[in-house]
C-alpha cells in the first residue's frame, strides 16, 4: 500500500516526525494554529530546530491547516500537546478535538496512531469513542488504532528521533505489525512491540514520574542540606563515586513531560480507588522549589544588608531546560512571581526565546540585553551563552548570586542548589 500520512500537529514531536517520514513518503503536516503553518511555509521554526533549507527544500512534505488537505491519508498520527488544567488534571481537549476532526475523513482502511502522552487506557476509551462517532466506522472492521509514545527530548542533538528506540502498539495483531513496520522505516534504533495499547501508554507514563520522582529526592536532600550549611552539590560528588549512585541534580522540574505526565498517571489512579504516595509527594517538593530559592535569596539579601522593596533582581533564563527555546510549564515562573511579591523588581534575560512568547504565555516583558546592576542574580537556566558572561558587570556592590544549576564557577556565586 503507498502510504500517504498525515501529522497532526507541528510542534517540538510532530515536525521532527513530519520531516523523517517525509524521507521516504508523503507527508501532510497539519496544524490549526494558522502563524504556524504560515512561518512553516515559509521556512520558519520557531522552534529553532530546523532551518529554512531544511524546511523548504522537501517536495515530499506539505503544511496546511484545512483539514481537506489530509483526507487522502491513510495514517494519521497525533502529536497534540495533553497538559494539565488549573487543578492539576489531565486536559484533553486538544487531543479529543484532533480525534474529532480526524473522523471527519477516516476512511476504510486507515490506522490511526497517538503518540501524545496520555494516561493508561484513554486512546480506547477516550480518542476511540470519538472517532468511531465522527467517522461511522467501527475499530478492527472498518479501521485500526495505534499508539506509540513520544521520545522527543527538545535541544537533544545527541539522542534524535531516530536514534531512540520506539514503543509500538496496535489494536490487533495486524494493526500492530503495519505500525511497527511503518516506524521501523525510519527509526534506526528499532522498535519495541508492546503486548497491548495500554502498556505502551504506562511504559510512556512511567518514564518521566520515575523521573521526577528521583529529582524530587535530591531536591529533597538539598533542603534538609541547606538548614545544615552543606553543599549538597559536594555530597552527591562524593556519593557518585559509588558505581550504583543514581547521579540526579537538584533544581526546577517543568517542561511538557516530567512536570505532567506524573498527572496523568496519579489521576488515572485515583479514578480507580488509589491515592498515590510516593508520585503525588514527590510533585509536591518539586512544585515547591522555586518559593525555596527565591525565599532563600531574599534572606541572603537581608543577611548582606540590603532593602528588598525596590531592589532589583535579575533572573537568568526562562526555558524550563538549558540550551533550547522551549518556554512550556517553565518553573521558573515560579521564581519570578515569589520574587516579586517581596517588592523586588525582577528583569529576566534568555537568548533562546521568542520574547512575544514569553510575552502572551506569562506577561514578562524580556530584557534584550543586560545593562544594569542587579542587587540579586539568579542563574535559573544552563544555556551556553551564560559561560561567556562577566558578573561582575551587572553586580551590585552587595549583590547575591544564586546559581540553581552549578553552572557558575564556585567562588563568583553566594550560594548554590
Same mark, same amino acid.
Given at each position: #500500500?503507498?502510504?500517504?500520512?498525515?501529522? =497532526?500537529?507541528?510542534?517540538?514531536?510532530?515536525?521532527?516526525?513530519?520531516?523523517?517520514?517525509?524521507?521516504?513518503?508523503?507527508?501532510?503536516?497539519?496544524?490549526?494554529?494558522?502563524? $504556524?503553518?504560515?512561518?512553516?511555509?515559509?521556512?520558519?521554526?520557531?522552534?529553532?530546530?530546523?532551518?529554512?533549507? !531544511?524546511?523548504?527544500?522537501?517536495?515530499?512534505?506539505?503544511?496546511?491547516?484545512?483539514?481537506?488537505?489530509?483526507?487522502?491519508?491513510?495514517?494519521?498520527?497525533?502529536?497534540?500537546?495533553?497538559?494539565?488544567?488549573?487543578?492539576?488534571?489531565?486536559?484533553?481537549?486538544?487531543?479529543?478535538?484532533?480525534?474529532?476532526?480526524?473522523?471527519?475523513?477516516?476512511?476504510?482502511?486507515?490506522?490511526?496512531?497517538?503518540?501524545?502522552?496520555?494516561?493508561?487506557?484513554?486512546? +480506547?476509551?477516550?480518542?476511540?469513542?470519538?472517532?468511531?462517532?465522527?467517522?461511522?466506522?467501527?475499530?478492527?472492521?472498518?479501521? *485500526?488504532?495505534?499508539?506509540?509514545? +513520544? $521520545?522527543?527530548?527538545?535541544?537533544?542533538?545527541? %539522542?534524535?528521533?531516530? &536514534?531512540?528506540?520506539?514503543?509500538? &502498539? /496496535? &489494536?490487533?495483531?495486524?494493526?500492530?505489525?503495519?505500525?511497527? !513496520? =511503518?516506524?521501523?522505516?525510519?527509526?534506526?534504533?528499532?522498535? %519495541?512491540?508492546?503486548? &497491548?495499547?495500554?502498556?505502551?501508554?504506562?511504559?510512556?507514563?512511567? +518514564?518521566?514520574?520515575?523521573?521526577?520522582?528521583?529529582?524530587?529526592?535530591?531536591?529533597?536532600?538539598?533542603?534538609?542540606?541547606?538548614?545544615?550549611?552543606?553543599?549538597?552539590?559536594?555530597? =552527591?560528588?562524593?556519593?557518585?563515586?559509588?558505581?550504583?549512585?543514581?547521579?540526579?541534580?537538584? /533544581?526546577?522540574?517543568?517542561? %511538557?513531560?516530567?512536570?505532567?505526565?506524573?498527572?496523568?498517571?496519579?489521576?488515572?489512579? !485515583? *479514578?480507580?480507588?488509589?491515592l498515590p504516595q510516593v508520585i503525588l509527594s514527590g510533585r509536591r517538593i518539586n512544585e515547591n522549589m522555586g518559593t525555596f530559592i527565591a525565599s532563600k535569596v531574599v534572606k541572603m539579601m537581608i543577611r548582606k /544588608?540590603?532593602?528588598?522593596?525596590?531592589?532589583?533582581?535579575?533572573?537568568?533564563?526562562?526555558?524550563?531546560?538549558?540550551?533550547?527555546?522551549?518556554?512550556?510549564?517553565?518553573?521558573?515562573?515560579?521564581?519570578?512571581?515569589?520574587?516579586?511579591?517581596?517588592?523586588?523588581?525582577?528583569?529576566?534575560?534568555?537568548?533562546?526565546?521568542?520574547?512575544?512568547?514569553?510575552?502572551?504565555?506569562?506577561?514578562? $516583558?524580556?530584557?534584550?540585553?543586560?545593562?544594569?546592576?542587579?542587587?540579586?542574580?539568579?542563574?535559573?537556566?544552563?544555556?551556553?551563552?551564560?559561560?561567556? #558572561?562577566?558578573?561582575?558587570?551587572?553586580? *551590585? +556592590?552587595?549583590?547575591?548570586?544564586?546559581?540553581?544549576?552549578?553552572?557558575?564557577? $564556585?567562588?563568583?556565586?553566594?550560594?548554590?542548589?
Amino acid at each position: #500500500m503507498n502510504k500517504r500520512i498525515g501529522i =497532526l500537529g507541528l510542534g517540538y514531536v510532530g515536525l521532527p516526525l513530519a520531516l523523517e517520514f517525509s524521507k521516504k513518503y508523503q507527508v501532510t503536516g497539519f496544524d490549526i494554529d494558522h502563524a $504556524r503553518v504560515d512561518a512553516l511555509k515559509k521556512g520558519f521554526d520557531k522552534t529553532g530546530q530546523y532551518s529554512a533549507k !531544511e524546511l523548504q527544500l522537501n517536495i515530499s512534505l506539505n503544511f496546511s491547516n484545512d483539514s481537506i488537505d489530509i483526507a487522502d491519508c491513510n495514517y494519521y498520527i497525533v502529536t497534540v500537546p495533553t497538559p494539565v488544567d488549573n487543578f492539576k488534571k489531565p486536559d484533553l481537549s486538544s487531543l479529543l478535538s484532533c480525534s474529532a476532526l480526524i473522523g471527519t475523513v477516516l476512511k476504510k482502511g486507515d490506522t490511526v496512531i497517538y503518540e501524545s502522552t496520555v494516561y493508561p487506557g484513554c486512546t +480506547e476509551e477516550d480518542c476511540l469513542p470519538v472517532l468511531e462517532k465522527n467517522s461511522g466506522l467501527k475499530v478492527n472492521i472498518d479501521f *485500526s488504532i495505534g499508539y506509540s509514545p +513520544e $521520545r522527543i527530548n527538545p535541544g537533544d542533538k545527541i %539522542h534524535t528521533l531516530t &536514534s531512540i528506540k520506539k514503543v509500538v &502498539s /496496535g &489494536s490487533n495483531l495486524r494493526a500492530s505489525a503495519c505500525i511497527q !513496520e =511503518l516506524y521501523n522505516s525510519i527509526i534506526t534504533a528499532g522498535t %519495541h512491540l508492546a503486548p &497491548s495499547i495500554k502498556v505502551a501508554e504506562a511504559s510512556k507514563v512511567i +518514564e518521566n514520574a520515575q523521573r521526577d520522582v528521583n529529582i524530587s529526592f535530591i531536591n529533597e536532600l538539598a533542603l534538609i542540606f541547606d538548614r545544615m550549611n552543606i553543599d549538597t552539590g559536594d555530597v =552527591l560528588e562524593a556519593a557518585a563515586t559509588k558505581w550504583n549512585f543514581l547521579n540526579f541534580q537538584p /533544581g526546577l522540574v517543568g517542561g %511538557h513531560c516530567i512536570g505532567v505526565d506524573p498527572y496523568y498517571l496519579t489521576h488515572k489512579a !485515583e *479514578s480507580l480507588g488509589y491515592l498515590p504516595q510516593v508520585i503525588l509527594s514527590g510533585r509536591r517538593i518539586n512544585e515547591n522549589m522555586g518559593t525555596f530559592i527565591a525565599s532563600k535569596v531574599v534572606k541572603m539579601m537581608i543577611r548582606k /544588608g540590603q532593602l528588598i522593596e525596590g531592589a532589583k533582581a535579575l533572573v537568568l533564563g526562562i526555558t524550563f531546560k538549558e540550551n533550547c527555546s522551549d518556554i512550556r510549564n517553565s518553573r521558573v515562573i515560579d521564581i519570578y512571581k515569589e520574587l516579586s511579591d517581596f517588592g523586588i523588581t525582577v528583569d529576566v534575560y534568555d537568548p533562546n526565546v521568542n520574547a512575544e512568547e514569553v510575552q502572551k504565555e506569562y506577561g514578562i $516583558r524580556m530584557l534584550s540585553s543586560i545593562k544594569s546592576r542587579y542587587e540579586a542574580i539568579i542563574l535559573a537556566v544552563g544555556h551556553e551563552e551564560f559561560l561567556e #558572561m562577566d558578573l561582575a558587570l551587572c553586580k *551590585s +556592590e552587595l549583590a547575591v548570586v544564586f546559581d540553581i544549576k552549578s553552572f557558575f564557577p $564556585r567562588h563568583l556565586v553566594d550560594a548554590r542548589l
